[in-house]
C-alpha cells in the first residue's frame, strides 16, 4: 500500500473543487416539486408517451420473455397501438420515421 | 435495463410510487431503494447481485474494523486486506483472461509451448464502479475524511445506488453517505432534472446512436476501404459519439437521482472545449479523474518530489486509468497517450503558460488538444493495435479526392455534437428557468411529447451504453 498524503496542490486531474460540485447548481434547483408532484408528472408523461410512441410498444413487448401474462400484454398492446392509428395519434411518429429514412436513403447518411 | 426503454420507465415509475407512499418514512424509503437498486441490477444477471453483497459487506465490514481498531497498525492492515480483496475481485473478473492471454502469448515469444488456461467469465456490468466505491469508501475512513457507516442499508445503498451503479458517476462516501442521514426536505429540482434527462435522451439515441451505427462502426471496422478525410470525420464521429453516450448516461442518472430526493457531483464540463490536456481531465469523467487524483497519483507522491518522480507518476496514474477501462493493451497505449501528453504538456508550461492569453492562442490550442485527445480515442475505439495502425496510416492518403463515403449528415451530426460544446456555462440554469414556468402536470405532457419525438428520430432499437462494459 503507498503512502496516502492529501496535502497536494495543482494536480493535472480534476481540480478539488470539482469533485464536489452538485451536479445541478442552486440557481437550477428554484422550480421544486414533491414526491407526489414527480410521480403524477411520471405517470402524466408516460401516458403521454404512450399516445404517441405507441408504434414501439409492440416490438417491445415481443422482447418481454420471462414477464407473466407476456401474450397478454402483446394483445393488449396491439390493441392500444390499432386504437392510436384509429385516431391518429401515430401519425407524427410515422412521419418523422419516413423522413429520416428518405433523408437517409438520398445519401445523407454516412459510411456503407 | 437501459435508461432509453419502456422498461425502465416502467421501473422508474414504481419506485417514484414507492418514494411518494413513504414519504416522510426515510429508513423504509432507503431499504425500497436497495431492493430496487438489487433488482435493477439483476436484470443484467442475477448472480452478480451476490458479488455487489459481497464488495459492500467486505467495505462495511472494513469500515468498522477501521473504525474499531485500536493502533494504526491494525488500521492500515484492515485498510491494505479490504483494498487487496477488492483489488482481487476486479483482477479475477475484469483481468485475469487478459493476464492469461499476455502470458501465453509472451510464452510463445520464448518458443514454450504449455498455455494457462482461461477462465472465460463474464464482466460482471459495473465492477468497475463499486469497486471504486468500495476503495474509496475504506480509504476515507482509513484517512478520516468520512464517518464510519453504522447503517449497513446505508452502506448497501451507497454502493448499489441503481442511477449510478452500472456506469457512475463515481460518488464519493464523503458526498453521498451525508444524505443518507436525514431525508431532504428540499424541493426536488424537477424542471432541472426534465431538462437533463430529455438532453440525455436526444445525445444518446439521435447523436450516439446515429454516429455509431452509420459512421463509427463501419470505418473503424474496414478503415482500408475509406480515404483520409473520410477516417478524420470516422475520428471525430467517434469523439463526439462516446461523449454524448457517457455524459448522456450520466445526466441521466443525475436527474433521477435527482428526482429521487439525492445529490450526484457533475461529471463532465464541456471536455472539447478544453485549452490544455490538463484542462481536459478536469472536464472528462470528472468523478474518475479525480478518483484517480486522490486515490493513485497523490499517494504515489504526486508533484511532491521533483520533476522526474511527477511525470512518473502521471505515466502510472494514466496507464492504470486507461487499463481500468478495459483489459487490453490499447487501453494501455490510451493510457500512455495521455499520461504522456500530460507530462509533455508540464515540460514545455514555462514556455507556453499554462494558459494561452491571446484569443487565437486559445482557439489554437483548443483545436491541438481536441486532435490530441481524438488521436488516442483511434487507440480506444479500434478492436486492436493492428487496426490503430491501419486506420492512423489512412488519415495520410486519399486527401485529393475529399470525402467519399461520409454523407452531409454525419457531418451534421457531429457539428451538433461539438456545437455542445460551446453553450453558455449555465444552459442548465436558462433552460430550467423556461420549463420551470410550466405547471408540473404540463412539464410531464411536455416531457412525453418530446421524449416521443426523440424515440422516433433515433434509428430503431437501443445500442448498450459504451461505458457499461468498463
Known amino acids: 500500500m503507498v503512502a496516502i498524503d492529501r496535502s497536494l496542490v495543482g494536480s493535472e486531474l480534476a481540480a478539488a473543487g470539482a469533485t464536489n460540485a452538485d451536479a445541478i447548481p442552486a440557481a437550477a434547483r428554484r422550480a421544486g416539486a414533491s414526491p407526489g408532484q414527480v410521480l403524477a408528472l411520471t405517470v402524466i408523461g408516460t401516458l403521454v408517451l404512450g399516445l404517441f410512441a405507441s408504434r414501439d410498444l409492440p416490438s417491445w413487448t415481443e422482447r418481454l420473455e420471462d414477464v407473466p401474462f407476456a401474450p397478454t400484454i402483446r394483445v393488449a398492446a396491439a390493441q392500444w397501438d390499432a386504437a392510436m392509428e384509429r385516431i391518429g395519434f401515430t401519425r407524427p411518429h410515422e412521419a418523422i420515421r419516413e423522413e429520416i429514412r428518405a433523408l437517409l436513403d438520398r445519401g445523407w447518411g454516412a459510411a456503407e | ?470
Open chain 2, 1 to 470: 435495463m437501459l435508461f432509453p426503454t419502456f422498461d425502465f420507465l416502467l421501473f422508474f415509475v414504481a419506485v417514484a410510487a414507492a418514494m411518494t407512499a413513504l414519504d416522510g418514512r426515510f429508513l423504509a424509503k432507503k431499504i425500497v431503494l436497495v431492493i430496487a437498486s438489487y433488482f435493477f441490477y439483476a436484470q443484467w444477471d442475477w448472480r452478480f447481485c451476490f458479488l455487489l453483497a459481497f464488495s459492500t459487506a467486505v467495505s462495511y465490514g472494513a469500515g468498522r474494523a477501521i473504525a474499531a481498531a485500536p493502533g494504526a497498525r491494525r488500521r492500515r492492515a484492515v485498510l491494505t486486506a479490504a483494498v487487496t480483496v477488492h483489488l482481487l475481485l476486479l483482477g479475477a473478473f475484469k483481468y485475469f483472461d487478459f493476464f492469461v492471454l499476455s502470458t501465453n502469448q509472451f510464452a510463445h515469444l520464448l518458443g514454450l509451448q504449455h498455455e494457462l488456461p482461461f477462465l472465460e467469465v463474464i464482466l460482471p456490468v459495473g465492477i468497475s464502479f463499486f469497486t471504486f466505491h468500495g476503495i474509496s469508501y475504506v480509504t476515507d475512513v482509513y484517512r478520516g475524511d468520512v464517518e464510519v457507516c453504522r447503517q449497513p442499508v446505508d452502506m448497501a445503498l451507497y454502493m448499489s445506488f441503481f442511477p449510478q451503479l452500472v456506469a457512475g458517476p463515481i460518488v464519493r462516501a464523503a458526498y453521498f453517505l451525508p444524505q443518507l442521514q436525514r431525508e431532504s426536505r428540499e424541493p426536488i429540482p424537477v424542471a432541472a432534472a426534465l431538462v437533463l434527462i430529455l438532453g440525455g435522451l436526444f445525445k444518446k439515441v439521435v447523436l450516439a446512436n446515429y454516429l455509431a451505427t452509420g459512421l463509427v462502426d463501419p470505418v473503424f471496422a474496414a478503415p482500408t476501404g475509406y480515404s483520409g478525410p473520410d477516417l478524420l470525420l470516422g475520428v471525430y464521429g467517434y469523439a463526439v459519439q462516446i461523449y454524448c453516450d457517457f455524459s448522456a448516461y450520466t445526466d441521466i442518472a443525475i436527474a433521477v437521482a435527482a428526482l429521487l430526493g439525492f445529490r450526484f457531483p457533475r461529471n463532465f464540463n464541456q471536455p472539447y472545449r478544453a485549452q490544455r490536456l490538463r484542462e481536459f481531465w478536469q472536464r472528462w469523467h470528472i468523478s474518475l479523474s479525480s478518483w484517480l487524483r486522490d486515490y493513485l497519483y497523490k499517494p504515489l507522491g504526486g508533484n511532491r518530489h521533483g520533476r522526474a518522480k511527477t511525470y512518473r507518476n502521471l505515466m502510472i496514474t494514466m496507464l492504470l486509468g486507461g487499463i481500468w477501462h478495459g483489459a487490453g493493451w490499447k487501453f494501455v497505449m490510451w493510457g500512455a497517450l495521455h499520461g504522456g501528453g500530460l507530462a509533455a504538456e508540464r515540460i514545455v508550461e514555462p514556455w507556453i503558460g499554462r494558459r494561452p492569453r491571446t484569443s487565437a492562442g486559445k482557439a489554437l490550442s483548443t483545436i491541438l488538444v481536441f486532435h490530441f485527445v481524438c488521436l488516442a480515442w483511434v487507440f480506444f475505439r479500434a478492436e486492436d493495435f493492428d487496426i490503430a495502425w491501419v486506420y492512423l496510416g489512412g488519415l495520410g492518403s486519399g486527401w485529393q479526392n475529399g470525402l467519399q463515403q461520409v454523407g452531409p449528415f454525419a457531418v451534421m451530426l457531429i457539428a451538433l455534437g461539438l456545437a455542445t460544446q460551446f453553450t453558455p456555462p449555465d444552459w442548465l440554469e436558462r433552460a430550467s428557468a423556461i420549463i420551470g414556468r410550466l405547471p408540473y402536470w404540463g412539464m410531464g405532457a411536455m416531457a412525453g411529447i418530446v421524449v416521443a419525438l426523440i424515440n422516433a428520430l433515433g434509428p430503431e432499437g437501443v445500442a448498450p451504453f459504451i461505458y457499461f462494459r468498463f
